[in-house]
C-alpha cells in the first residue's frame, strides 16, 4: 500500500470481486478488514484475488496467533480526556477567587467553588494519575528512586494541602495545579508511547514462519498448520519454501539457503540422510522430508527462547531520568529540612505549610515533561530520516554507545548488489546467447545473478535435455552445442585434480569455456560511512562467511576487527564479552543470524531494504538506503544529552523562583497556578526548538 | 446572584457530555487510524465509470 489509489482500490474490492460485501483499509498499519459473504466466496478467492491485483497479504504464524487479540491502547486516552475536563472546569472555578473575588462573591460562594473543585478533582487523583502512584509504590518495594516516585509524592503533597485547606476553610487549594500537572504529563506520556505503528519491532520467528506446510499422506498433498506438525510426518517443500522444522532429508540432494538464519550467503549442499535444521529456504528442486522435532522444539525456536536472547525491557523514563531523581530527591530532603528547622525556630505554627509547598514546588514535573518531548521530537526527527527507533527512550541507550558491531551478509553487503567477475574474459555474444537459454529455467541463485548479468531477453536457440543436477550444474544441448554451467568437477569429472574452488565454470562441447566468481559488493556508501565512524567508536565486524572478501574488507577494518564463520551464538558470545569489558555496544545486523547478538547489544539496530519486511526484533529498524546518515544519528543522539541538560537548568531556575516562595510558607494557589503551565509550556517550546536546530546543525 | 449556581451546573453538565461523547469515540476506534480517513473523503463514490477503470487500469500499485 502506497498512495491514494491503492486505498480506493482496495476499499472498492465489492465492486471487483462478488461476495465481498465491503472492505476498510487501515493506511498506517497497512491493514485491510474485509467482510464477505461465506456463501459466495472463499478466503482462498479473496487471497487469490488480492494477488491478482498486486497486493499479496502476508500469511504468517504469528498473525494467525494472535487473531483479534485487539490493541486496546484507549486508557491512557481516557485518563487524558479526563484529566483534560477536570481540568479545564477546575480552572474555570478557580479564577473568581484569585482576581480578589471575595468582594464580588459572597462567602456562600467561594465555599461552593471550592467544594466543586474538590470534588472534579476526585476522579483524576483516583483515575488518570493512578499509574504514579502505582510506580512510586513499586520503586518504593525494590527501594530505587525514580522519577515518577517524586512527582508522586509532590502530586500526594498538592493533595494533602489542597483538602486540608478547602475542608478546613483556610484556602481554596491546589486543586487546579494538581489536575493540570496530571494532565500534561499524561500527554508527554502519550508522546512517549507513540511510535511507529506499521513497523513491528518485537518479532520473532513466529512472524517468519509460514502458516502451513504441505504434508504427503499417502502420496496426496495436504496443506496442515505447522503448529500441527508431529516428528515422523512426510513433507514436501517447493523452490524458495521456507522448512518449518527440523527434519531430515530424503532427497537425493538439496540446496538450503540458510543466510537469515546463519549469516552465510551461500546456500548449503545437504545429502540424503542429513538433518536439515528449520528456517532455511529451498532452493532449486523441490525435496521431500521427514519432520524429526516439532515446531516449538526445532533449534531455532530453542535458540530464540533460550534467556540470552531475552532482553529485559526498562518501563520507566530512562536511565537519565532516574540518575536525575535521585540529586533531585537529595536536594528537596535537605531544602525542605532546612526549611522545617528555620521555622521550628521562628514560627512553628506554619512548618507544615512550609515543607509541604517545597514538595509541591519542587517536583520535577518540568523535567518529568522535558524529556518525553525531546525524545519524542528526537524520534520523529530520526523517523523523518530513515531510522525507526522502537521508542523514544531508546535515544538514549543510542546516545551512550562507543562500540558499534557489523554484520557484513545483508548489512554491509546487499544481496541485490553484486559483481560477476569473469576470470578469462566476458564470454562473446553467440556463447551469452547460448547461456542465457540455459540459464533460463534454473532457479539457482547463481542462475539468476548471472541472468541478470548478460541480460538477454530473448531466447532465439530451442532446447533439448536440460537438466538440473543439484549441488553441480545445470546443462543442456542448445543450437547443437552441449553446454555446461556449474561447478569445476561438473565441466571436466575426469580431471578431478584440479583445486576445488567458489568459481562457476561454463563448459561448452565437453571443453572449459570461461569461468567466473560472484563478488558481493558493498553497499553504496557503506566504507565511507565505516570509516567515519572509526574516528568516534571502537568498530567490529561479525560475518557468518568465510573470508572471501577479506581483502576489499581491509580497507575498512583490520584484521583484529574481523571475525568470520561466527555463528549466532559467536556473534552473542562477542558482544556479552565487550559488554563485559565496560563497552556499550551498537548492533548492526539483518537476519535471525543476528537475532541474539540484536538483543544482547545495547543498542540493536536492524538494517532492511523494505521497512515492512520481516526483521527480528532490535530497537530500531534503518532504511539500507539511509545507511549513510548513521554517523550523523549517532552525533545526534549524543547532543541529546546537552539539551536535556538545558532542561534541567530551566527547570532548576523555575524550582529557584517556586522556592523563594516556598520556603516563605507564602506559596499562594495562584502562585501555583501561573508558575505550573508557564514552566510547562516554555519547557516544551525549549526541547522542541532545541531538537530541530540540532537536527539543522546535522542536516536530518 | 444564584442564577450563577445554576449557570455553573448546566455548563458542567454540557461539557460532561462532550467528554463522554470524547470517550465514546475514542471506544470506537475514531482516534485508531487517523491517515485513511483524510484520504477517503477524496474519493467519488457515485461514480460508476470511474469503478470500470480502475478495475481495468490501475492494477499495479
Known amino acids: 500500500m502506497h498512495c491514494v489509489s491503492c486505498i480506493y482500490l482496495l476499499e472498492n474490492l465489492h465492486k471487483i470481486q462478488k461476495g465481498i460485501v465491503c472492505s476498510e483499509v487501515n493506511f498506517v498499519k497497512k491493514d485491510l478488514l474485509i467482510k464477505y459473504n461465506p456463501h459466495e466466496i472463499s478466503l482462498r478467492k479473496i487471497v487469490e484475488t488480492l494477488c491478482a491485483i498486486g497486493y499479496v497479504p502476508t500469511i504468517n504464524l504469528k498473525d494467525a496467533e494472535n487473531k483479534l487479540v485487539k490493541k486496546s491502547n484507549h486508557t491512557l486516552i481516557y485518563k487524558i480526556g479526563i484529566a483534560g475536563f477536570c481540568f479545564a472546569n477546575i480552572m474555570a472555578l478557580s479564577l473568581p477567587e484569585y482576581f480578589d473575588g471575595m468582594a464580588v462573591l459572597t462567602r456562600q460562594f467561594t465555599i461552593i467553588f471550592r467544594y466543586l473543585g474538590a470534588i472534579l478533582a476526585l476522579p483524576v487523583i483516583l483515575y488518570s494519575a493512578q499509574d504514579y502512584f502505582i510506580s512510586a509504590w513499586q520503586s518504593i518495594r525494590v527501594r530505587r528512586i525514580s522519577m515518577d516516585f517524586i512527582i508522586a509524592v509532590g502530586l500526594a503533597g498538592l493533595v494533602i494541602q489542597s483538602y486540608y485547606d478547602v475542608l478546613s476553610g483556610r484556602g481554596s487549594g491546589y486543586f487546579d495545579s494538581l489536575t493540570g500537572l496530571v494532565f500534561f504529563l499524561l500527554i508527554s506520556r502519550f508522546i512517549q508511547q507513540r511510535t511507529f505503528n506499521a513497523l513491528s519491532f518485537d518479532r520473532d520467528y513466529k512472524s517468519y514462519f509460514p502458516l502451513a506446510a504441505t504434508r504427503l499422506v499417502n502420496n496426496k498433498e495436504e496443506s496442515i498448520n505447522i503448529n500441527n506438525l508431529n516428528p515422523g510426518d512426510h513433507i514436501l517443500l517447493r523452490h524458495e519454501e521456507l522448512i518449518p522444522a527440523d527434519s531430515l532429508l530424503l532427497s537425493d540432494a538439496a540446496y538450503i539457503d540458510y543466510s537469515f538464519v546463519t549469516g552465510e550467503s551461500e546456500p548449503q549442499k545437504r545429502e540424503s540422510g542429513n538433518l536439515i535444521y528449520a528456517g532455511g529456504r529451498n532452493k532449486g528442486q523441490s525435496i521431500e522430508l521427514i519432520v524429526s522435532q516439532k515446531v516449538s522444539h526445532s533449534y531455532l525456536t530453542k535458540l530464540w527462547n533460550s534467556d540470552a536472547f531475552r532482553k529485559k525491557s526498562a518501563k520507566s523514563m530512562g536511565q537519565w531520568a532516574d540518575q536525575i531523581a535521585v540529586y533531585f530527591t537529595i536536594a528537596i530532603l535537605v531544602i525542605a529540612s532546612a526549611t522545617a528547622v528555620y521555622w521550628w525556630v521562628y514560627n512553628p505554627s506554619i512548618i507544615m505549610k512550609a515543607v509541604t509547598s517545597v514538595l509541591i514546588i519542587a517536583c520535577p514535573c518540568v523535567l518529568a515533561l522535558t524529556i518525553p518531548y525531546t525524545f519524542g521530537a528526537v524520534l520523529r526527527v530520526f523517523g523523518r530520516n530513515g531510522l525507526y527507533l522502537k521508542n523514544a527512550t531508546s535515544t538514549e541507550q543510542l546516545a551512550d554507545i562507543d562500540t558499534i558491531v557489523f554484520d557484513k551478509t545483508g548489512t554491509l553487503t546487499s544481496d541485490n548488489d553484486f559483481e560477476i567477475k569473469w576470470e578469462d574474459g566476458k564470454p562473446g555474444e553467440y556463447e551469452q546467447q547460448l547461456l542465457s537459454s540455459l540459464i533460463a529455467q534454473s532457479l539457482h541463485p547463481v542462475s539468476r545473478q548471472l541472468r541478470k548479468e548478460i541480460s538477454i531477453d530473448e531466447i532465439k536457440f530451442p532446447i533439448i535435455n536440460w537438466e538440473e543436477t543439484v549441488g553441480s550444474g545445470v546443462s543442456a544441448t542448445i543450437d547443437g552445442n552441449d553446454v555446461k554451467l556449474g561447478k569445476y568437477l561438473f565441466i571436466n569429472p575426469e580431471n578431478a585434480q584440479e583445486a576445488e574452488n567458489d568459481d562457476t565454470y561454463i563448459g561448452i562441447n565437453g571443453e572449459l569455456h570461461s569461468r567466473f566468481s560472484i563478488k558481493h559488493n558493498l553497499r553504496k556508501d557503506a566504507g565511507e560511512t565505516v570509516k567515519k565512524l572509526k574516528s568516534a567508536f571502537n568498530t567490529f565486524l561479525l560475518t557468518g562467511d568465510g573470508e572471501r572478501d577479506k581483502e576489499e574488507l581491509f580497507k575498512y577494518f583490520t584484521s583484529s576487527e574481523m571475525r568470520f564463520r561466527q555463528s549466532p551464538h559467536d556473534k552473542l558470545e562477542f558482544i556479552a564479552n565487550e559488554k563485559a569489558n565496560g563497552h556499550k555496544i551498537m548492533m548492526i545486523g539483518d537476519g535471525i543470524n543476528d537475532a541474539g547478538a540484536l538483543k544482547e547489544s545495547n543498542f540493536g539496530i536492524t538494517i532492511t531494504d523494505d521497512i515492512n519486511a520481516f526483521t527480528p526484533a532490535s530497537d530500531a529498524i534503518l532504511d539500507a538506503n539511509q545507511l549513510a546518515k548513521l554517523p550523523r544519528f549517532a552525533a545526534m543522539a549524543k547532543s541529546v544529552k546537552t539539551i536535556i541538560l538545558g532542561a534541567f537548568i530551566f527547570s532548576a531556575m523555575y524550582n529557584c523562583i517556586g522556592l523563594s516562595f516556598a520556603v516563605r510558607g507564602v506559596l499562594h494557589p495562584w502562585i501555583a497556578a501561573i508558575l505550573m503551565p508557564v514552566s510547562s509550556i516554555t519547557v516544551v517550546l525549549y526541547s522542541q526548538l532545541a531538537v530541530n536546530l540540532t537536527a539543522k546543525k546535522y542536516k536530518l | ?61
Open chain 2, 1 to 61: 446572584m444564584e442564577i450563577i449556581l445554576a449557570l455553573i451546573c448546566i455548563s458542567v453538565v454540557i461539557a460532561g457530555t462532550f467528554l463522554v461523547a470524547f470517550l465514546l469515540s475514542v471506544k470506537n476506534g475514531q482516534y485508531d487510524d487517523l491517515e485513511t480517513p483524510a484520504i477517503r473523503m477524496l474519493f467519488d463514490n457515485n461514480e460508476k465509470t470511474e469503478i470500470e477503470k480502475e478495475k481495468n487500469g490501475n492494477t499495479g500499485n
